[in-house]
């Protein structure tokens, strides 16, 4: 603001100024005074006390001073009051004037700004549009360099690979006139001694059929060719005999004796076994479902003895329940052909051979004069939802799907799975009976128990153990006790044991029992079913993790 006035503004500016520095000089000098004076009357008045007449000379003398110096002072201040109001409203009023005129300046510069800043804009505007079209442009130029870039990699590649080409075949063509020269050669090299031996043996022959013509002359050479004549035609008759009647019989012993590659295990039911004592198949049913498997058995049973149609099971349930002894027990108990196949086992051939293998298995089980029972375990590995297998998968499938689809007098299936939801429909379609094998309750698990110490713990001496006086029989007196067998089953119940794992208790015991002087004692039977049931928790655990 002061830069904008005039000189005569910025004259009478600095004479206020100077007046009211005066002003302000005066005010400053009348407070010191005042302050003198009062320290004089201070000391006034301590002398009173003293010297009371020279004290109140004294103070008249002050009285006076001040009076003199107050009148001193109004005047001065009055005077330069005057002055200075005076020259205060002429400044006030010149400044009041240019503020208005600067306030009219400022606001036409600010017109002109905003005008200016307006235009500006409009230039940047119309210059980042002209920047966004250069842009544009750069990049739609880059794309086409790209492209031609790309066309030209793309055609350099194709080049390359039809030189390529021409290089394998030209390659190829002369190794074929190589190969056609030394053919040519060797043909030639070939028919020249071939040539050779047929003019050599041609003469042999005739030299044979010369001595041949010579032997069978005459009476006696007549004779000698009905006797040759006789003998060649019982040696081709016995030839021919011998050649088609072997590979009949060899087909029929490999009907009769050998089970198809298909089948890991084949137990064979014949007459005679009625004759001798066989091992029964040990199993605990469930009581749960007791009645519905026996129910299952004896149907079984009557259909095969009877010539029935068979239909088809599945078993499913946790590992190690029974199944694969249940499906025994069911083809011993109705005299039939047992047939054991893995899931997996059909991975191992190509589809081609997998459906070769499908048609001589069923081929060989419909020979089966008894009826054969085919197990497959671990089914859902094999039969799963054709939604989630391959096409080559799906063609073996449909195989045995081809084969299971109409009713049957010769065989019956039976499936064992641990989860059968993963089965495919059209299988389902065909299984008749379906049946889920529960976990064993405590009293199934005793009676395990039982049958497991007596098969694996009670072995008879032997001979050399008798004769050299060795210790052949555990002591497993501990478990003869029929409260620590109802304990152990308790609590095997409790942590879901089942048939695999009683085994596997009962085995491990005794490996122990040889290790600690072939005696089962208490502390020894809480480490291993300690261990067991810790190795339950574990898998029980990792089986909750994977169906999640």
């Not at 009023?93 to 005008?115: D, F, P």
């Not at 079209?133 to 690979?161: C, D, G, M, T, W």
């Not at 012993?253 to 089970?259: E, N, V």
């Not at 085994?503 to 040889?514: D, G, K, M, S």
Request: hydrophobic share 40%; proline share 2%; with cysteine.
């Amino acid at each position: 603001l002061i830069e904008k006035l005039s000189d005569q503004q910025l004259q009478g500016l600095y004479q206020s100024a100077a007046l009211y520095n005066q002003a302000a000089q005066n005010l400053k000098e009348a407070t010191r005074e005042k302050d003198v004076t009062k320290d004089y009357e201070d000391q006034v008045r301590k002398m009173s006390k003293a010297e009371p007449d020279k004290t109140k000379n004294a103070l008249k003398e002050v009285e006076a001073r001040k009076e003199k110096e107050r009148q001193k002072v109004q005047k001065k201040f009055l005077g330069e009051e005057a002055l200075t109001d005076q020259e205060k409203r002429k400044v006030d009023r010149e400044l009041q004037q240019q503020i208005k005129g600067l306030q009219q300046r400022t606001n036409a510069k600010l017109r002109e700004h905003a005008k200016y800043d307006k235009e500006n804009q409009i230039a940047q505007q119309k210059e980042l549009r002209a920047v966004a079209q250069k842009l544009r442009e750069v990049e739609r130029a880059q794309q086409r360099e790209f492209a031609q870039k790309k066309e030209l990699v793309s055609h350099k590649v194709q080049e390359q690979a039809r030189l390529e080409q021409e290089m394998a075949d030209f390659h190829h063509e002369q190794k074929l006139k190589k190969f056609e020269s030394f053919r040519e050669d060797t043909l030639a090299h070939v028919l020249a001694i071939e040539k050779e031996k047929q003019e050599g043996e041609t003469a042999l022959f005739r030299t044979k059929m010369d001595g041949m013509k010579n032997f069978f002359s005459g009476n006696e050479g007549k004779k000698r060719l009905t006797t040759l004549f006789g003998f060649a035609a019982a040696t081709i008759g016995v030839m021919y005999a011998f050649r088609v009647a072997a590979p009949l019989t060899f087909h029929w012993m490999k009907q009769k004796m050998f089970a198809p590659k298909l089948v890991s295990r084949a137990v064979r039911q014949h007459p005679w076994n009625q004759f001798f004592k066989k091992d029964e198949v040990a199993i605990i049913i469930p009581e749960t479902v007791r009645s519905k498997m026996q129910g299952i058995i004896e149907a079984t049973r009557n259909t095969a003895s009877r010539g029935g149609i068979f239909g088809h099971v599945m078993l499913h349930g946790s590992p190690g329940t029974g199944k694969t002894l249940f499906a025994e027990k069911l083809a011993q108990d109705a005299n039939m052909d047992f047939l054991m196949l893995s899931g997996p086992s059909f991975d191992q051939f190509e589809p081609k051979d997998a459906i070769v293998e499908i048609n001589n298995l069923f081929e060989w089980v419909k020979k089966s004069k008894r009826g054969a029972l085919i197990f497959i375990d671990e089914a859902d590995s094999f039969l799963e939802d054709r939604d989630s297998l391959s096409p080559t998968r799906i063609r073996v499938l449909n195989e045995f799907i081809y084969h299971t689809g109409t009713e049957s007098r010769d065989f019956m299936v039976v499936f064992e799975t641990n989860r059968p939801w993963v089965i495919d429909p059209a299988v389902l379609s065909r299984i008749s009976r379906s049946i889920e094998f529960p976990n064993p309750a405590a009293d199934d698990i005793a009676s395990m128990l039982k049958t497991k110490v007596k098969n694996v713990l009670e072995r008879k001496q032997t001979f050399v153990q008798r004769l050299f006086g060795l210790r052949g029989q555990i002591d497993y007196s501990l478990l003869k006790d029929e409260a620590c067998i109802k304990n152990l089953a308790s609590t095997f119940a409790n942590e879901k044991f089942v048939g695999r794992d009683i085994t596997n208790f009962v085995i491990l015991l005794a490996q122990a029992a040889y290790a600690c002087d072939m005696k089962i004692t208490k502390k020894l039977l809480d480490e291993i079913s300690d261990e067991q049931i810790q190795k339950k928790r574990r898998e029980l655990a990792l089986l909750g993790d994977l169906s999640t």
